[in-house]
């Protein structure tokens, strides 16, 4: 579960955006391969600087649990890198759904679970060796196949998911830490530990992650999945896939080739 205070006090600290900018150019880049012009788009996020200015005029809505978001307001509507943070995903998605016009547009730009995957797995190490237990630090994120299932369940037609991943270059661990708070990405998390953490931890969790993933200039790789749904509001005219068994053309006659039988074999 995400603290939304303290999810909010990060928002406002933050003093870099090099994630939401990656993010920006992502779903500009989807909006381009769309042949429409939309008129009415709203965005959710953090970071109203940085998206301001995309779509033309569109609403910027805050990240919340309930978004101020009008029913059948919009024809797109983007949610830009928060839907990692958001404790019910899901409803982030059906309130989308519901503030999008027949035949409207969702573009939705999320971390993926491969994110800070080495981070992960050294602070982890380091406090499981030393501690003898595990604390929340980097906040759980969904894989794709989670996600685009979250569409389809979110009522969105023509649900599409893919992935982009992204290595960016560190010159340490600790340097990561420190941008990743700039970036307004630190530990948000209810369960996160409230108290001071020991040196020693992040000492070895330095450690392993230079020994297990350092290059041979000594800066360290950190993983960035970013994930982009899109589905579109149900409307009428939209293409619908056929009920099974409901093909009229053998598959071999449309590519003009013949068909082989598998052999039975009686055993069975």
Not at 86 to 98: E, F, K, S, T, V
């Amino acid at each position: 579960m995400t603290d939304g205070a303290a999810l909010a006090r990060n928002r406002t600290r933050a003093r870099e955006g090099l994630l939401q900018e990656l993010a920006r150019d992502e779903v500009e880049d989807r909006l381009a391969m769309v042949n429409r012009r939309f008129t009415a788009a709203a965005v959710v996020t953090g970071f109203p600087e940085i998206w301001r200015g995309l779509a033309g005029d569109a609403v910027l809505c805050p990240e919340a649990e309930v978004l101020e978001l009008a029913p059948g307001a919009h024809d797109l509507v983007i949610h830009a890198l928060g839907l990692h943070w958001a404790n019910d995903p899901l409803g982030q998605l059906i309130q989308c759904r519901r503030a999008l016009k027949p035949d409207g547009l969702l573009l939705c730009a999320t971390l993926g679970g491969r994110t800070l995957q080495e981070l992960r797995a050294a602070l982890a190490e380091a406090e499981t060796r030393l501690t003898g237990g595990l604390s929340p630090r980097v906040a759980p994120m969904a894989g794709i196949r989670d996600l685009g299932g979250l569409l389809q369940r979110a009522g969105f037609a023509l649900p599409v998911a893919d992935s982009v991943l992204q290595t960016l270059s560190y010159p340490s661990p600790r340097a990561l830490m420190h941008d990743l708070r700039a970036m307004g990405e630190g530990n948000a998390l209810h369960l996160r530990p409230r108290h001071t953490t020991r040196r020693a931890i992040f000492t070895e969790a330095e450690r392993l992650y230079r020994a297990q993933h350092a290059g041979v200039d000594g800066r360290v790789p950190a993983s960035i999945e970013m994930i982009v749904l899109s589905g579109w509001a149900p409307e009428a005219s939209q293409p619908r896939p056929l009920r099974p068994g409901s093909a009229t053309t053998r598959l071999a006659d449309a590519l003009g080739t013949s068909e082989t039988p598998m052999p039975i074999d009686p055993a069975d």
